[in-house]
C-alpha cells in the first residue's frame, strides 16, 4: 500500500514562527516516513527595472544572486541544528507562487506553513502569502501555530456539512489518526445565528442532527475511537473554534471549499475563518480536490 505521505514542503522566512511550522514539518515527516523538502523564496525584482541601463540590471541580479547565497547558507546552518535532514531550495520571485510551483515541481504531498504567511509586513488574519497558498495549493496544507513543547496530534477533529466532500475529509482524517494512534471528532456545528429558540425546539433540533449523523454509513475501523457531536453556535467558524478549544482538539481537519466564489472574495471561507480564530493547526484539504 503506498504511503500517505511520500513528500512534505516546508515553506520559511526564517522568522520565528516559520522554525515553529518545521516542528510540525518534522513531526508529520517522522510519523509518515516522509522526506522532507525546505523551501525560502527570495524576492525578485519588478520586471520595470529590468528595463533600466545594463549597469543597473548587473547590479539587481548581483544583489539576487547574493541573496540566494546567503538563503541558502542560513538554512544549511539550519539543518545542521535540527535532527531530521531535508533537502534545500531556494527561489525567486512572487512567495507564493514559487512555494506552490516547488511544491507541484517536488511532487510534495503536504505543504506546511506559519499561519501569517511569509511576509513580515501583511501580518493581519492569514497572511496574504499564506492565504494565497491556501487558496491555490493543489496538495493539503497545514496551518500551523506556535505552541509550547513537541506537538502531539491525539485528538483529530473533523467539522462535517453533511456535503459530498465530507467523505474526502473523513478519510485524511482516518489516515492521520491511524499515523498518531489519534481518536476522531465529528462535528456538526447547528448554526443559530441571532434567532433565539424555545428549549424544546432547540434540543429537538440538535436531536435531529445527531440522528442524521448517524444514519450515515459507517466506514471507520474498530481500532481507532471516533465520537459524533453536535454544537451549538452562532456560526459554523465560532463554533468549530469554540469546541476545539474547551475539548482540547489537537488538530483539526476541515476543506477549503465555498458555498460559493462570492462568498469566498468578499467573506473567506469557513476555513479561513477557522485558521484566523483557532490557536491549533489546521489540516486544510484544497479546493481542487473538493466535489462540486
Request: proline share 4%.
Amino acid at each position: 500500500m503506498p504511503k500517505f505521505l511520500k513528500k512534505i514542503l516546508w515553506a520559511t522566512d526564517f522568522s520565528e514562527e516559520s522554525q515553529d511550522a518545521f516542528v510540525y514539518a518534522e513531526a508529520f515527516a517522522k510519523t509518515f516516513g516522509a522526506d522532507l523538502v525546505a523551501c525560502h523564496v527570495v524576492p525578485g525584482f519588478s520586471p520595470e527595472h529590468y528595463q533600466s541601463a545594463i549597469v543597473v540590471i548587473e547590479e539587481l541580479k548581483k544583489r539576487e544572486r547574493h541573496m540566494k547565497k546567503v538563503a541558502m547558507e542560513r538554512l544549511e546552518a539550519f539543518q545542521k541544528n535540527m535532527s531530521a535532514q531535508f533537502k534545500c531550495l531556494i527561489r525567486d520571485g512572487n512567495a507564493a507562487k514559487e512555494i506552490i510551483a516547488a511544491a507541484e515541481e517536488e511532487k510534495a504531498d503536504l505543504i506546511v506553513i506559519g499561519k501569517k504567511g511569509l511576509s513580515a509586513i501583511e501580518r493581519l488574519f492569514i497572511g496574504s502569502v499564506a492565504n494565497h497558498v491556501l487558496r491555490h495549493s493543489p496538495v493539503p496544507v497545514l496551518m500551523t501555530k506556535k505552541k509550547p513543547g513537541k506537538p502531539k496530534f491525539k485528538r483529530i477533529l473533523v467539522p462535517t456539512d453533511f456535503s459530498d466532500r465530507e467523505d474526502e475529509e473523513r478519510d485524511y482524517a482516518w489516515k492521520l489518526a491511524k499515523g498518531f494512534e489519534a481518536d476522531i471528532t465529528l462535528l456538526h456545528v447547528l448554526e443559530l445565528h441571532d434567532y433565539e429558540f424555545a428549549p424544546r425546539v432547540l434540543e429537538e433540533m440538535l436531536d435531529a442532527v445527531l440522528k442524521k449523523m448517524k444514519q450515515r454509513k459507517r466506514r471507520e475501523k474498530e481500532e481507532i475511537k471516533v465520537k459524533e457531536e453536535v454544537y451549538r453556535a452562532i456560526n459554523a467558524p465560532v463554533g468549530i473554534v469554540d469546541y476545539a478549544d474547551t475539548h482540547k482538539s489537537d488538530l483539526i481537519v476541515i476543506s477549503t471549499c465555498t458555498q460559493s466564489k462570492v462568498e469566498r472574495f468578499f467573506l473567506g471561507s469557513t476555513t479561513e475563518k477557522v485558521i484566523s480564530y483557532s490557536h491549533i493547526p489546521v489540516f486544510a484539504i484544497p479546493p481542487v480536490k473538493c466535489q462540486d
